[in-house]
């Protein structure tokens, strides 16, 4: 197994498929805490995280960040006093990759550590 800093990330790359809509439909209750949202026809999963002060969501902020780096694979995150939103979406394919529900799931993990 390529050691996680050399992995690629799958879901960048134009050939990987996005999911269709019965696969979304399928895994979403796998990220309960998580929304479908659609912005500018594309869909994103989409959770609000909040938290007891902006230290706190600047932690979890830059532990996300660092996952992101990680994998090569980046969420949109609004950093606010005690609320962190995230959404994951895949730019290059245009919507949602197997990869973003991992990542969404991956995230709660990080949420539980803070
Ligand atoms: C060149 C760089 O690896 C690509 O632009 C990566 C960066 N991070 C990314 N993150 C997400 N969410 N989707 C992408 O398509 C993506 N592409």
């Known amino acids: 197994m390529e050691p996680l800093a050399n992995q690629h990330c799958e ?4 050939t990987a498929t996005k999911l269709d809509e019965q696969e979304i439909f399928d895994l979403l209750p796998e990220v309960g805490n ?11 999963l989409k959770r609000v995280y909040r938290f007891k002060n902006f230290a706190e969501a600047l932690k979890f902020t830059n532990r996300l960040g660092e996952l992101a780096e990680e994998v090569g694979h980046h969420p949109a995150i ?37």
Do not use: M, N, Q, Y
């Not at 998580?34 to 994103?44: C, E, K």
């Not at 609320?83 to 895949?90: D, F, L």
């Open 11 to 14: 879901a960048c790359s134009p």
């Open 34 to 44: 998580w929304r479908l949202v659609t912005v500018d026809a594309i869909a994103h």
């Open 78 to 114: 609004l950093t606010e006093w005690g609320r962190v939103t995230v959404e994951w979406w895949s730019h290059e394919i245009g919507g949602l990759h197997k990869t973003d529900f991992i990542l969404a799931a991956r995230s709660d993990v990080a949420f539980e550590s803070i």
